[in-house]
């Protein structure tokens, strides 16, 4: 019970501060009738099922349903799925009250209620193991939920916001997802569109990202230009808007040579490029890994150099650790570049880690 407990508690706060709602929803017309939808459904305690393709935003656009409900100032619990291996199913943070827990421990000394509200977000609720599945069957269906901390038993009332990126329907029909817990979490469904679906919205999207790394990254990088947003507008971005926020990481690092790779005149080189010559096969997998590999390092060279091979500062622009970063430079054969930064090798990089 502690262990899942900790977990949880781990996961309350999140590293990255929500974007205004004018940023979560953009122009698009489509976006703006979520937008007024999740106002709605967010002051009711209703289940809410978000679907749509991985790196649509499920998990921004259910924080913000939580910013808009009564127990906003309460914790985002985010139950991560699959569970880990080797934690038993009798480890959960939730589970209906026991004997002993009745609605007259559910207020406090002023009359007001002790109950905590809570929102409860499940990511891709469809690899929820059958006997999880049970448990949130019965949190949905309004049996007492509460949390077990310190010895004490605190009731809680949940909001329950699950996400999928595959058909649940589908999941169902395979015998996959239980027909009945599918049913409960469908009460209210909302349909996040992919990307390339809101075009629209991907200026103002670069623009926030552009200026969320820039200030991370500590580069004065120039923001997109005209165009660049053309180019980022032509692309099929399979990958949505996480892959928008990737393209804008290397923007904002490398500049326009960030962005190789969008628009429809490179999509087709590449694929051409890594496509299998008459009597071979290729390993799609082996091609992706090749190249993030081949960009990572050029990102590195480039800025271990404008930093003069200074790897401490080196590792807190490209925030990572500096062990991470001493083994992304063995890994990338950028030990030899060194001796091109100074006459001693080793030495000089010593010297330059310790400099301010």
């Given at each position: 019970m502690g262990t899942m407990l900790k977990t949880l508690d781990s996961c309350l706060t999140v590293s990255q501060p929500l974007p205004s709602t004018g940023m979560i929803f953009g122009h698009s017309e489509g976006m703006r009738r979520l937008w007024q939808i999740a106002e709605k459904v967010a002051g009711a305690s209703v289940p809410i099922l978000i679907v749509g393709e991985k790196g649509t935003g499920k998990e921004v656009f259910a924080r913000f349903i939580h910013s808009c409900s009564p127990g906003s100032s309460a914790p985002f619990l985010k139950w991560s799925l699959p569970v880990p291996e080797g934690r038993i199913s009798e480890e959960t943070a939730f589970r209906p009250a026991p004997d002993g827990i009745g609605d007259q421990e559910e207020m406090g000394g002023n009359g007001k209620t002790c109950r905590r509200l809570c929102t409860l977000f499940i990511d891709e609720v469809s690899e929820?193991?059958?006997?999880?599945?049970?448990?949130?069957?019965?949190?949905?269906?309004?049996h007492r939920?509460?949390?077990?901390?310190?010895?004490?038993?605190?009731?809680?009332?949940l909001q329950v916001i699950a996400t999928s990126a595959r058909d649940l329907e589908q999941e169902v029909a395979a015998g996959k997802f239980r027909a009945d817990v599918f049913s409960a979490l469908s009460a209210v469904t909302l349909r996040l569109p992919p990307l390339r679906e809101r075009r629209e919205d991907i200026p103002q999207l670069a623009a926030f990202f552009w200026r969320i790394y820039s200030e991370r990254f500590g580069r004065q990088s120039a923001p997109p230009d005209p165009h660049v947003v053309e180019r980022l507008q032509q692309h099929k971005w399979p990958g949505n808007v996480r892959?928008?926020?990737?393209?804008?990481k290397r923007y904002v690092v490398l500049g326009v040579d960030g962005i190789k790779g969008t628009g429809p005149a490179e999509q087709s080189q590449r694929a051409?490029?890594?496509a299998p010559s008459s009597g071979h096969s290729v390993s799609l997998k082996q091609v992706s890994r090749e190249a993030a590999q081949a960009l990572e390092r050029k990102i590195i060279l480039r800025t271990l150099q404008e930093t003069q091979w200074n790897r401490r500062r080196t590792a807190r622009a490209l925030n990572i650790s500096y062990r991470?970063?001493?083994?992304?430079?063995?890994?990338?054969?950028?030990?030899?570049?060194?001796?091109?930064?100074g006459a001693h090798g080793a030495e000089f990089l010593k010297r330059s880690d310790n400099a301010a």
């Amino acid at each position: 019970m502690g262990t899942m407990l900790k977990t949880l508690d781990s996961c309350l706060t999140v590293s990255q501060p929500l974007p205004s709602t004018g940023m979560i929803f953009g122009h698009s017309e489509g976006m703006r009738r979520l937008w007024q939808i999740a106002e709605k459904v967010a002051g009711a305690s209703v289940p809410i099922l978000i679907v749509g393709e991985k790196g649509t935003g499920k998990e921004v656009f259910a924080r913000f349903i939580h910013s808009c409900s009564p127990g906003s100032s309460a914790p985002f619990l985010k139950w991560s799925l699959p569970v880990p291996e080797g934690r038993i199913s009798e480890e959960t943070a939730f589970r209906p009250a026991p004997d002993g827990i009745g609605d007259q421990e559910e207020m406090g000394g002023n009359g007001k209620t002790c109950r905590r509200l809570c929102t409860l977000f499940i990511d891709e609720v469809s690899e929820l193991e059958p006997e999880r599945q049970s448990e949130l069957l019965q949190l949905i269906e309004g049996h007492r939920p509460f949390i077990s901390s310190d010895a004490k038993s605190v009731p809680v009332s949940l909001q329950v916001i699950a996400t999928s990126a595959r058909d649940l329907e589908q999941e169902v029909a395979a015998g996959k997802f239980r027909a009945d817990v599918f049913s409960a979490l469908s009460a209210v469904t909302l349909r996040l569109p992919p990307l390339r679906e809101r075009r629209e919205d991907i200026p103002q999207l670069a623009a926030f990202f552009w200026r969320i790394y820039s200030e991370r990254f500590g580069r004065q990088s120039a923001p997109p230009d005209p165009h660049v947003v053309e180019r980022l507008q032509q692309h099929k971005w399979p990958g949505n808007v996480r892959e928008l926020e990737n393209v804008m990481k290397r923007y904002v690092v490398l500049g326009v040579d960030g962005i190789k790779g969008t628009g429809p005149a490179e999509q087709s080189q590449r694929a051409f490029a890594f496509a299998p010559s008459s009597g071979h096969s290729v390993s799609l997998k082996q091609v992706s890994r090749e190249a993030a590999q081949a960009l990572e390092r050029k990102i590195i060279l480039r800025t271990l150099q404008e930093t003069q091979w200074n790897r401490r500062r080196t590792a807190r622009a490209l925030n990572i650790s500096y062990r991470a970063l001493l083994y992304k430079i063995k890994a990338a054969g950028l030990l030899p570049e060194a001796s091109k930064a100074g006459a001693h090798g080793a030495e000089f990089l010593k010297r330059s880690d310790n400099a301010a």
